[in-house]
């Protein structure tokens, strides 16, 4: 039987050449927001290794927008060149470039991970940061709430940086709407106390999600895939669920969204998250067989013969590997390895190329 892990999926005017998706993972090495020789070698290794699609990290649509002072930006047109010459390398080894484009709202300004998790002071190099209501992530860390105005500029970024995406060659954009960062924030009733036409009811938590859809759709090209991440649920009392994700994804859906990129939590310091393998893949499975738009799963997916599972069980119509592919940027070349499918390798490697 034909691995279903290393079948084509058409999306759109592309075809992936297997199932495997490089996961948007933050390097926290930008220089005021642009790419340098490190995402080079950190991406277009993962392109040589044989993956089918690249989501290149979470990428800020404005300066306040960024997690970290570290974080890759979209928001000027000096840093499209970079992207450009990544992105064609990607290309020309046989990997299909996207972005992800994210606001990190509450949650933005702090270092790099490596460097602790404290909010950063102006003096430190970080900035105000914003919300759907002043509640903090920490307690001690209020935000501002957005007023209208603030959320007409959030939306205006996401437009803006769409079209640099499209000038620096990617083929697939992700909105990010998942781990607690803006637009989970106005999601979800534990983050968002609004009383205007931004909070309250679940039409209005969604709206924010649904304006910025419209503008990235004002400026991607109608032929190239759009994907949403969210996290399927906050897992915690009173916050962000399961049926409202299935809900929200019926309705992307309908509005020309291509696929649902299912994680999950990331927003309050109290969530209990039931961690182990697959622990997320029944929120990808539910959402496909309720709403019928194709997801992808993600989450403590380690091996070929456990992806394979998934995608032959229809739980998920592609597999992003995060972690895995950090510890072996040649994931999919071993995989196929691994359940005796014959890929093609590059050249420069075929004589390293294991036959059994």
């Not at 084509?8 to 050449?17: A, F, G, N, Q, T």
């Not at 470039?97 to 991970?113: C, V």
Request: with cysteine.
């Amino acid at each position: 039987m034909a691995s279903k892990l290393f079948s084509p999926l058409p999306i759109k005017s592309l075809v992936l050449k297997n199932r495997i998706v490089i996961s948007p993972m933050c390097q926290y090495s930008a220089i005021d927001g642009f790419a340098n020789d490190w995402h080079l070698v950190h991406l277009g290794s993962r392109a040589v290794g044989g993956a089918a699609l690249i989501l290149q990290e979470a990428t800020a649509v404005s300066p306040e927008a960024r997690i970290s002072p570290n974080d890759l930006g979209l928001w000027k047109d000096e840093q499209i060149e970079k992207m450009i010459s990544i992105n064609r390398f990607l290309t020309e080894n046989g990997t299909i470039p996207g972005i992800q484009l994210a606001h990190a709202g509450r949650k933005a300004a702090t270092p790099a991970p490596w460097n602790g998790h404290q909010k950063l002071s102006k003096d430190e190099g970080g900035w105000d940061t914003v919300a759907p209501s002043a509640i903090g992530f920490n307690a001690d860390e209020i935000p501002l709430a957005l007023d209208l105005d603030g959320i007409k500029k959030v939306i205006s970024d996401f437009k803006s940086a769409t079209k640099r995406a499209v000038q620096a060659g990617f083929k697939v954009v992700e909105i990010h709407a998942a781990h607690g960062y803006l637009l989970h924030q106005f999601l979800s009733p534990l983050s968002n106390l609004r009383t205007d036409e931004y909070g309250g009811s679940f039409d209005n938590r969604i709206r924010l999600t649904l304006e910025i859809l419209e503008a990235v759709q004002s400026e991607w090209p109608k032929d190239l895939p759009l994907f949403v991440r969210i996290s399927a649920t906050d897992w915690a009392e009173g916050g962000w669920n399961a049926e409202e994700s299935v809900q929200l994804s019926a309705i992307l859906g309908k509005l020309g969204v291509d696929l649902i990129d299912v994680s999950s939590g990331g927003l309050v310091a109290h969530q209990n998250i039931p961690i182990g393998p697959n622990y997320q893949v029944p929120f990808a499975e539910q959402i496909r067989k309720e709403t019928g738009i194709k997801t992808g799963a993600v989450g403590l997916i380690t091996d070929a013969a456990q992806a394979e599972e998934i995608l032959e069980s229809e739980k998920a119509d592609l597999i992003l590997f995060a972690r895995a592919s950090l510890r072996d940027p040649y994931l999919a070349l071993n995989f196929a390895s691994d359940i005796d499918e014959d890929v093609a390798w590059p050249n420069q490697y075929v004589r390293s190329k294991i036959r059994k």
